[in-house]
């Protein structure tokens, strides 16, 4: 069989930074995505784009038909378990490794700092309970030899096409010359990577068997407070750095009218306390990885920004 990846959620941040390292490195690529009117317009010239709703295990079947490597990059909040279902029997099917990236919910609240991967798993927000629900049925899965897979664990990313999260709310701020908003804290060191180096990281653990079965952190070029990422973020448009910050008693009301607000309460601790993830299994199995430098990243962000977005206050 010769060889193809074939990338779920194709269209989103992660999924269009990985299809477009792929490509970068002359692999054969299936981009798979919900909107492939979107998924044309972000991702490289000539990537054979594929429609399909991942939540439908018929269509995703026939999506990874002949994959060797499939990569979840979707998100589709609650139904996350059941396209990793989907996901998992596809696999099964093809015979393909399954490269599903995960994050540092799993954990709860970290009772070491920085945590590695050994780190006790106790979440206790409902996506980290879905995410290690998740994790732990496809690690049981490998072991049973029914599948092969490997899951990157990813610190907060930011990068082109990020949207719709709070580090891009940073970003709009900076260029529109508003106050960015962090939660709960700014001065607790958070892991922060820069996008196209976790989609590196994802691919280069794919490519190497001696990775399957394990999780790997892949926590980016070192941790920065969130007062740090602002100023950094609004230097790279040579604004003034403006900031405030939310907490639970704002979520908490803004809850009121808007139920679904309230899942941020159950992960704020993130950054009500240092949340720093050990990446030194990751550099000792590829000691030659460089990760971007937090100075590039958000310059070149900042560069992607200017170059798709009105910066008129």
Not at 16 to 28: D, F, T
Not at 108 to 117: F, K, N, R, T
Not at 144 to 155: A, C, N, S
Request: aromatic fraction near 8%.
């Amino acid at each position: 069989m010769s060889e193809l990846h074939t990338v779920f959620g194709a269209s989103g941040a992660l999924g269009s930074a990985i299809v477009h390292h792929l490509h970068a490195e002359g692999l054969p690529i299936r981009a798979v995505s919900r909107d492939v009117e979107r998924a044309a317009d972000v991702l490289p010239d000539g990537v054979d784009i594929v429609q399909c709703d991942a939540i439908d295990g018929t269509n995703v079947m026939a999506a990874a038909h002949e994959a060797t490597v499939i990569y979840n990059c979707t998100y589709v909040g609650d139904q996350m378990k059941v396209v990793a279902d989907n996901l998992l029997n596809a696999a099964r099917e093809t015979g393909a490794l399954l490269v599903n990236p995960s994050n540092g919910l799993v954990y709860g609240p970290l009772q070491q700092v920085p945590a590695s991967e050994e780190h006790p798993q106790k979440p206790t927000a409902r996506r980290g309970v879905m995410r290690k629900e998740i994790d732990d049925m496809l690690l049981e899965a490998h072991d049973k030899d029914e599948i092969r897979v490997v899951i990157p664990r990813l610190t907060t990313f930011y990068g082109a096409h990020v949207a719709g999260t709070f580090v891009a709310g940073v970003f709009d701020a900076a260029r529109l010359g508003r106050k960015a908003m962090w939660f709960s804290k700014l001065d607790q060191p958070h892991s922060l990577i820069y996008l196209p180096d976790a989609a590196a990281a994802c691919v280069l653990l794919a490519m190497d068997e001696s990775t399957h079965g394990q999780a790997w952190h892949v926590p980016g070029a070192g941790p920065l407070t969130g007062g740090e990422f602002i100023t950094k973020v609004f230097e790279a448009f040579d604004a003034r750095p403006q900031m405030t910050t939310r907490g639970k008693t704002f979520f908490q009301l803004a809850g009121i009218v808007a139920p679904r607000i309230l899942d941020m309460i159950e992960v704020i601790y993130q950054f009500e306390q240092p949340f720093v993830l050990d990446g030194s299994k990751f550099a000792t199995a590829y000691p030659d990885f460089e990760y971007t430098p937090h100075a590039v990243g958000i310059s070149d962000t900042a560069e992607w920004y200017r170059a798709n977005f009105d910066t008129r206050v």
